[in-house]
T-cell receptor, first 115, second 108 residues
Framework: GAVVSQHPSWVICKSGTSVKIECRSLDFQATTMFWYRQFPKQSLMLMATSNEGSKATYEQGVEKDKFLINHASLTLSTLTVTSAHPEDSSFYIC???????????FGEGSWLTVV | KNQVEQSPQSLIILEGKNCTLQCNYTVSPFSNLRWYKQDTGRGPVSLTIMTFSENTKSNGRYTATLDADTKQSSLHITASQLSDSASYICVVSAAMRFGAGTRLTVKP
């Protein structure tokens, strides 16, 4: 089946630094990718939707200058958390949809801890 | 108010028993409804996806139903196993509106 890979699986960074999370579709072309954040014991919250070659569409309340999303190719999207703070510590998940198809596949998630 | 409401919030059942999880939505327009299983600390895994015209869809021991008129869906799990312990999430439409999930615990 289709596979979406996220890297890194977990990362610890210092407050004030930036960290990049990659999301790759391994065996299909993902025309649309989604980024989510999930705090412990809470539901996934959609942060933004990105279409390949276009600027991401951010959900209300999500700072686009803080969470930079790039979807430069059909197999790769990146989320960069800039000037990270401890409150940004969370589980970040991406998902990808193949063009013209309904099924959406999720990555395994990336744990971010800001110290 | 969330556009996708799931109930119950949590559920504990004994291994081998059946259970039904509910999802009510107000999302419009509607295109499809998906059920996902999410193990703690892992990404969600798709169980079923239903479009407007589908009333029921099965995937092994999982059976999802959809009533587009009343905007309700259910996920029925038959003969539960310990490995079914997870959060079950209802997601509506291309807008990817998530329910808060139902946390299922299956005990031996």
């Amino acid at each position: 089946g289709a596979v979406v890979s996220q890297h890194p699986s977990w990362v610890i960074c210092k407050s004030g630094t930036s960290v990049k999370i990659e999301c790759r579709s391994l065996d299909f072309q993902a025309t649309t990718m989604f980024w989510y954040r999930q705090f412990p014991k809470q539901s996934l919250m959609l942060m933004a939707t990105s279409n390949e070659g276009s600027k991401a569409t951010y959900e209300q309340g999500v700072e686009k200058d803080k969470f930079l999303i790039n979807h430069a190719s059909l197999t790769l999207s990146t989320l960069t958390v800039t000037s990270a703070h401890p409150e940004d510590s969370s589980f970040y998940i991406c998902s990808a949809r193949e063009g013209g198809k309904n099924t959406i596949y999720f990555g395994e998630g990336s744990w971010l801890t800001v110290v | 108010k969330n556009q996708v409401e799931q109930s119950p919030q949590s559920l504990i059942i004994l291994e081998g028993k059946n259970c039904t999880l509910q999802c009510n939505y107000t999302v419009s327009p509607f295109s499809n409804l998906r059920w996902y299983k999410q193990d703690t600390g892992r990404g969600p895994v798709s169980l079923t996806i239903m479009t407007f015209s589908e009333n029921t869809k099965s995937n092994g021991r999982y059976t999802a139903t959809l009533d587009a008129d009343t905007k309700q869906s259910s996920l029925h799990i038959t003969a539960s196993q310990l490995s079914d312990s997870a959060s079950y999430i209802c997601v509506v439409s291309a807008a990817m509106r998530f329910g808060a999930g139902t946390r299922l615990t299956v005990k031996p």
